[in-house]
């Protein structure tokens, strides 16, 4: 990796690691969750840095891909368990890092998915495989009586790219790829009281371009041309001109030119725990972006 990239990736590591922290002291119990949103936002966005993705803040036993819709009326209350998750990026080199706000009384659960990380981060240097790293974090969350998420992941990361191999497993398995010096990537532990295994909800509030085809519907041409500045990353439903734009939406989601990304969700009732670094593979070890 060329010390230029290097360098950028760090700079989005450790920006996203100071709107993180600033961003956690505001969600409090009667706090709204659509001004909490837009504040962190508007802190991880500057001359030099962009969202890699709407920032996500998933509450209780929703686990990922949950954000404000326009007008969001919801408040966090006493109790909530809530994951904060933000990507930012510095001329597309991006750092992913997400913490959980525990507004109750679940700090064991909380330490689950963190020592979880903390335990993988320790395992990753070049020639381990992927799946050393999902049996690391597989036994920190059992020893503590929870269940890891089986179908969530860590991801690879790459300019403009927020998902790419390798996968990087919350379970053991069986080798997997092998971790290589100057691999960029995000592994984030979930914790959770419940199943262990995350379905889909109807609510949608995340989207992403994937292809480029001709459209007729204006609509939908408005909804490309608002998001083409994303340069293929993630958009919010609240991003765009349109206060309406569910069926210019669900024309593109149709014709293969956008995917949407539902809440991901635990079994009604438990509490799920998330925390995420980024990281580089060095020659010997790695870098840790986010710290």
């Not at 409090?28 to 993705?53: C, H, M, Q, W």
């Not at 790829?177 to 984030?188: K, N, S």
């Not at 998001?227 to 939406?249: H, Y």
């Amino acid at each position: 990796m060329e010390d230029e990239i290097f360098d950028k990736y760090c700079q989005a590591g450790a920006f996203a690691a100071s709107v993180i922290r600033k961003g956690a002291t505001e969600i409090r119990p009667g706090a709204p969750y659509l001004e909490v949103i837009e504040f962190i936002e508007d802190l991880a966005t500057s001359d030099e840095s962009g969202l890699a993705f709407p920032l996500n803040v998933s509450l209780n036993e929703d686990a990922a891909h949950d954000t404000a819709s326009a007008g969001d009326e919801r408040v966090f209350a006493a109790g909530d368990l809530v994951k904060l998750d933000l990507g930012v990026h510095f001329d597309g080199y991006i750092a992913d890092t997400a913490i959980t706000i525990d507004l109750g009384n679940n700090g064991l659960l909380v330490d689950a998915s963190r020592e979880a990380l903390n335990r993988a981060i320790e395992k990753v240097r070049p020639g381990v495989t992927v799946g050393a790293l999902g049996y690391a974090i597989q036994t920190e969350i059992e020893s503590r009586g929870y269940r890891p998420i089986a179908n969530l992941t860590g991801h690879g990361l790459d300019r403009f790219v927020v998902h790419k191999p390798p996968n990087i497993p919350n379970i053991a398995i069986q080798g997997g790829a092998v971790l290589e010096e100057g691999m960029v990537f995000a592994i984030e532990p979930f914790a959770t009281t419940g199943s262990g295994h995350v379905s889909e909800k109807k609510r949608v509030e995340i989207f992403q371009q994937i292809s480029q085809k001709p459209v007729r519907l204006a609509t939908a041409r408005k909804v490309l041309e608002a998001v083409k500045e994303r340069q293929g990353m993630p958009f919010a439903k609240r991003w765009l001109p349109d206060s309406k734009p569910e069926i210019a939406l669900t024309t593109l989601i149709r014709s293969g030119m956008v995917h949407a990304y539902p809440v991901l969700s635990d079994i009604p009732g438990s509490l799920v725990s998330q925390h995420e670094h980024t990281i580089i593979v060095t020659e010997d070890h790695c870098v840790v972006t986010t710290a």
